[in-house]
T-cell receptor, first 115, second 117 residues
Framework: SAVISQKPSRDICQRGTSLTIQCQVD?????MFWYRQQPGQSLTLIAT?????????ESGFVIDKFPISRPNLTFSTLTVSNMSPEDSSIYLC????????????FGSGTRLTVV | DAKTTQPPSMDCAEGRAANLPCNHS???????VYWYRQIHSQGPQYIIH???NNETNEMASLIITEDRKSSTLILPHATLRDTAVYYC??????????????????FGQGTILTVHP
């Protein structure tokens, strides 16, 4: 299965600033997904990122707040813009993998605290 | 994708089998049952998936009822390291051409499994 490197692993940011999270995969993948996990909650999908096209956002998430880039088949970034304390969460990227089990691999996440 | 229902929490003694139930009464014929787990401070980890037959791998067994409206994940000999949140997810496998999976995973609240000594 694919191996995902996600950076940074954690950060503490001032409100009003922006943070860009990187997701690097060790193989080419078609689809990449960005999730948010608020404290004590389950994972919520933010958007799906395909290479060469605009990201598709889920209800409640907008591009101005969470711009996503997908410049090639192994890399994506998620930016959390104009942050507020409510953005404090774990952000995870995930990829769909080619294989016998049609599974998904997740990065270890970025733990963001906004103060 | 069909909705799933899981108990919020379960306990299991170390060395015993952990049986985690999941209800998915509205599952469609082309939807698979996936199980993932999330150990504290880590990303979710794939465990197993199945369509209608029982499945077993090195981590667990998946028992799906004949009507496919419920399933049970079995960890045969639970260890302390199996303490995690376990998610049952139902979804279409998507375009299987070339073995590539498409689509998204929708996570419910899952079951917090605590394995105690």
């Amino acid at each position: 299965s694919a191996v995902i490197s996600q950076k940074p692993s954690r950060d503490i940011c001032q409100r009003g600033t922006s943070l860009t999270i990187q997701c690097q995969v060790d193989s080419q993948v078609t689809m990449m997904f960005w999730y948010r996990q608020q404290p004590g909650q389950s994972l919520t999908l933010i958007a799906t990122a395909n290479q060469g096209s605009e990201a598709t956002y889920e209800s409640g998430f907008v591009i101005d707040k969470f711009p996503i880039s997908r410049p090639n088949l192994t890399f994506s970034t998620l930016t959390v813009s104009n942050m507020s304390p409510e953005d404090s969460s774990i952000y995870l990227c995930s990829v769909s993998v080619t294989g016998r089990y049609y599974g998904y691999t997740f990065g270890s996440g970025t733990r963001l605290t906004v103060v | 994708d069909a909705k799933t229902t899981q108990p919020p929490s379960m306990d299991c003694a170390e060395g015993r089998a952990a049986n985690l139930p999941c209800n998915h009464s509205t599952i469609s014929g082309n939807e698979y049952v996936y199980w993932y787990r999330q150990i504290h401070s880590q990303g979710p980890q794939y465990i197993i998936h199945g369509l209608k037959n029982n499945e077993t791998n090195e981590m667990a067994s998946l028992i799906i009822t004949e009507d496919r409206k419920s399933s049970t994940l079995i960890l045969p000999h639970a260890t302390l390291r199996d303490t995690a949140v376990y998610y049952c997810i139902v979804r279409v496998a998507g375009d299987n051409a070339g073995g590539t999976s498409y689509g998204k995973l929708t996570f419910g609240q899952g079951t917090i499994l605590t394995v105690h000594p």
